[in-house]
């Protein structure tokens, strides 16, 4: 995607972009251990796990499985707001939430970690957000980046 060699990339991948502990704890060996300098939070438009936050807060249907629970538990205080008073999900709402989960996992990983937040106010580490677009490849940078 950008252009990247093996080795050249330390990737954490979990649905949803979520900010979970072991996902946490693999940003920071990353940083911390192989000097990272840059983490980039990156959700996609049609994310199923998104889709189904935005389900269980408009219509109440969870998951079956406690561990996509889980996932999806942790993607709804990021897309609360959003969906309040909405009993429809389209597109745009999908993508208005998957925007501000993005957003959340970023600062929480600025935030809520002693590791990144230090090396972040050091200047040693960047943390942004970003969104891929399946359909067409392009990657959108958010907040000015």
């Given at each position: ?39 980039v939070v990156m959700g996609h438009t ?16 969870a998951p079956e499985s406690q561990n ?19 009993d429809q999900v389209d597109d745009a ?53």
């Amino acid at each position: 995607m950008f252009d990247c060699g093996l080795g050249e990339l330390f990737v954490v991948r979990v649905a949803g972009n979520i900010a979970a502990p072991s996902i946490i704890g693999s940003v920071e060996f990353a940083a911390s251990t192989f000097g990272t300098q840059l983490v980039v939070v990156m959700g996609h438009t049609q994310c199923g796990a998104v889709k189904a936050a935005l389900q269980m807060v408009t219509r109440g249907s969870a998951p079956e499985s406690q561990n996509v629970r889980d996932v999806v538990e942790r993607t709804i205080p990021a897309i609360t707001e959003l969906v309040a008073g909405k009993d429809q999900v389209d597109d745009a709402l999908t993508l208005s939430a998957t925007r501000a989960n993005v957003r959340a996992t970023s600062s929480h990983l600025r935030h809520g970690s002693r590791v990144l937040e230090q090396l972040t106010d050091e200047g040693r580490l960047r943390v942004v957000g970003a969104c891929y677009e399946l359909e067409t490849g392009r990657v959108e940078f958010l907040d000015g980046v």
